[in-house]
């Protein structure tokens, strides 16, 4: 089954639909989305400054300071700034002054007033029917910060990624130069490396005119034996870095050397919750090779929210197998096998964009998200590996040259205080020269982008071809998603009081729950002349997407999804995400 343009259309609008509050179904009425957030030349604070006013709000003498949920009840008054600390401050009566909630809710209820600013971290502001507020400032990243005995806030260090939860650190300072020895974990778990461990110094020094110099120096041991001896037990990453530009580091170039384990695709999944889906289920989303080799790079940013980068490298990128690491709950099975690559020396050069306006960085309610680069890349001695002759006919050794393009665009929105859409275009693959090698090639299906199909269906193999390590094989990709959230505002306490709990979720992350309703549709394919192509300045036609939707619930941390594929005989499928879906 192939639905028709119009079909599409109408998926992407029915996910819409349902997460839309029922007045809006209702009437026939134009929804206006109303984005809040500022001009690309005053883009907020970063998070780490949004926490810092919120504290020196809360530790302001004038303040009326609480600690846990309030209720300002109908026909009370209250005149003077209030600032209260991990709860929800439900305001039903009328406050004359500011109000300041740090890892909590402020919720004017119907009747309530609040004549000054609301400024909430860690939290949302809900406005009742009925209710009035003044200006409104929110950003729903947890604050992390803690109570000192004298009763006032200040900073704690904030939630440490998966690869730094076991890490032993020191730092010694001598005048301008800062040395920081460190022993972590790698940042991910994968069938090759099982959890890579990283060791070695770090050193900043800071010169006039504030400008920072930097060098990483970092050995990395893989636990995970290969008894093939194509792959290393030990590696390194060594970059040098020089940071200027006053506060906001508008300038920075440096070089790196590495022999380290590289994925093939930025994408399904982030590294972290492929890391998970690994050591947990044995299932490793990601496919890998090893680089070595050296890069040299400068990025400006002219202006806060734009980053412009370029990069060149040379490295030697050679096939690696899968190991045996162990996992939790499916360890007597096999792993899936690691593709082969086309082994040889790659010189590649790079340009790319970074556009960032989100209001919030953790939780974005408003604002774009935009990622691009374009690359060319040379090899004069690549070993191509057979791969079908429908994929790509058989190539001779030696010279290789050829350009990729990929971008990632997001634009977030709000159509009201609960009601939150999202929507991004995401594609990539060939542009010009010669065939793809295996590591550069592309696939859709699985848990990020089509969830409602499964692991790499869109992989562009021929019919019969069997493969075992289930590579992808496409020349280029496109996708689109759109996603509308609610608040479920079902009064849940998220603001936990036990320490031990406040850190369970400032690991996890997770918060206030939204119900989720999405839509996606994408497609891979395989470019130039010839059957099941397309030709090279075309993209598929709409009727040929495959179309998925799905509803779930997401705790800023947890998601819980239930995805049905539109297209072909598709089952329905569970996904859990360990972060928004994007």
Known sequence: MRLRPASIAACLGLAAGLALPGQARAQDSVVVIRPTVPAADTIPETAIELVRRAIALYNDSSAARMVGSFHLPAGSDHRGPIALFRGNLRVSGRIDGNVTVINGDLIVGPGGEVTGNAFVVGGRIVVRDGAIL????????????????????????????????????????????????????????????????????????????????????????????????????????????????????????????????????????TIGESGWSSFLLQRDYRDHYEARGVEAYVSISPFAGLT????????????????????????????????????????????????????DPVHPQAGWLVHARIEHTTSDDAAPIALPADVRPPLPPGKYAFSTLYFDARRYARFDRSTEASLRVVGGGWIDGDPLPIQRRLSLGGPDLLPGFGFRDMNCGPAGFVDPAQASLCDRMLAVQLEVRRDLDIGVPFRFRSPELLALQQILGIGPPDLVAFADAGKAWLTGDGPSRVPNDRIPNFSEWDVDVGRGIDARGLGLYLAKGLTGHQPFRFVVRLQRRF
Request: glycine share 12%; no cysteine; charged share 25%.
């Open 134 to 269: 003044g200006n409104e400032e929110a950003s729903e990243g947890y604050a992390s910060v803690r109570r000192t005995g004298s009763g006032l806030l200040e900073l704690r260090p904030g939630r440490r990624p998966l690869g730094e939860i076991a890490a032993a650190r020191t730092r010694l300072t001598t005048g301008r130069l800062t040395t920081t020895i460190g022993l972590e974990t790698g940042r991910t778990y994968n069938r090759v490396e099982g959890l890579p461990i990283l060791f070695g110094p770090t050193l900043m020094a800071v010169g006039p005119s504030g400008v920072e110099s930097q060098l990483d120096i970092r050995g990395i041991f893989r636990p995970a034996t290969d008894r093939t001896t194509q792959r290393d037990d030990l590696g390194f990453i060594a970059t040098g870095e020089v940071r200027g530009g006053g506060t906001r580091k508008w300038l920075r170039f440096g070089g790196s050397g590495y022999r380290k384990i590289k994925a093939f695709e930025d994408q399904p999944l």
């Open 308 to 359: 412009v980068r370029a990069s060149y490298r040379e490295d030697l990128e050679r096939s690696v197998p899968a190991s045996d690491p162990i996992s939790i709950l499916r360890n007597s099975e096999s792993w899936r096998a690691n593709p082969l690559i086309d082994d040889g020396h790659y010189h590649t050069t790079t340009l790319g964009i970074d556009i960032d306006s989100r209001n």
